[in-house]
T-cell receptor, first 116, second 114 residues
Framework: NAGVTQTPKFRVLKTGQSMTLLCAQDMNHEYMYWYRQDPGMGLRLIHYSVGEGTTAKGEVPDGYNVSRLKKQNFLLGLESAAPSQTSVYFC???????????????FGSGTRLTVV | AQSVTQPDIHITVSEGASLELRCNYSYGATPYLFWYVQSPGQGLQLLLK??????LVQGIKGFEAEFKRSQSSFNLRKPSVHWSDAAEYFCAVGSGAGSYQLTFGKGTKLSVIP
């Protein structure tokens, strides 16, 4: 029962480099999310997807792109990394709301990214 | 837009003492409320959630929370804190059909004095 798996777990980038964070879930969830966590800021939503082939912007989307080509995967891309993107990134997934019994988010264990 | 306020950035309690972490939310419709806990270097673990019905919700690890609509609050409580409860706690608000997002507060860090 893997749930939500994020790769890599740690990464150090130089300013201007690009990279992709992968989120994979095996629960057949429709909705997937990318959050970033910074000290004293809680978790802020970057982008989300409500189904395969769809994406939408969250609260802090600038500097990031996402893709949801397969239902089970949600990719977060940084085209030109900046020190301000140093953060811990969390992926989450859930099913559409049908009733309270199925309503819950499952989070991955996070990716710690440092941009120098 | 929905929002969550956790007024206390850092709380320190002695082991065995009672605990209350405050959470206030802003949401136009019926809110669905959550408390998560995060240990250092770890992901988020769900403590409890409120959807409807009984306003006192029981969760894991001996935690409970009370929903008070008139005060727009969802405070987390524990009668006797253990050293292992030291962590960061996040309150979050979401909703059901028609909304996709879960909005988090900025968190309250709990330190426990042995």
């Amino acid at each position: 029962n893997a749930g939500v798996t994020q790769t890599p777990k740690f990464r150090v980038l130089k300013t201007g480099q690009s990279m992709t964070l992968l989120c994979a879930q095996d629960m057949n969830h429709e909705y997937m999310y990318w959050y970033r966590q910074d000290p004293g800021m809680g978790l802020r939503l970057i982008h989300y997807s409500v189904g395969e082939g769809t994406t939408a912007k969250g609260e802090v989307p600038d500097g990031y792109n996402v893709s949801r080509l397969k239902k089970q995967n949600f990719l977060l891309g940084l085209e030109s990394a900046a020190p301000s993107q140093t953060s811990v990134y969390f992926c989450a997934s859930r099913q559409p709301f049908r009733d309270t019994s199925n309503y819950g988010y499952t989070f991955g264990s996070g990716t710690r990214l440092t941009v120098v | 837009a929905q929002s969550v306020t956790q007024p206390d950035i850092h709380i320190t309690v002695s082991e065995g003492a009672s605990l209350e972490l405050r959470c206030n939310y802003s949401y136009g419709a019926t809110p669905y409320l959550f408390w998560y806990v995060q240990s250092p270097g770890q992901g988020l673990q769900l403590l409890l959630k409120y959807f409807s019905g009984d306003t006192l919700v029981q969760g894991i690890k001996g935690f409970e929370a009370e929903f008070k609509r008139s005060q727009s609050s969802f405070n987390l409580r524990k009668p006797s804190v253990h050293w292992s409860d030291a962590a960061e706690y996040f309150c979050a608000v979401g909703s059901g059909a028609g909304s996709y997002q879960l909005t988090f507060g900025k968190g309250t860090k709990l330190s426990v004095i042995p």
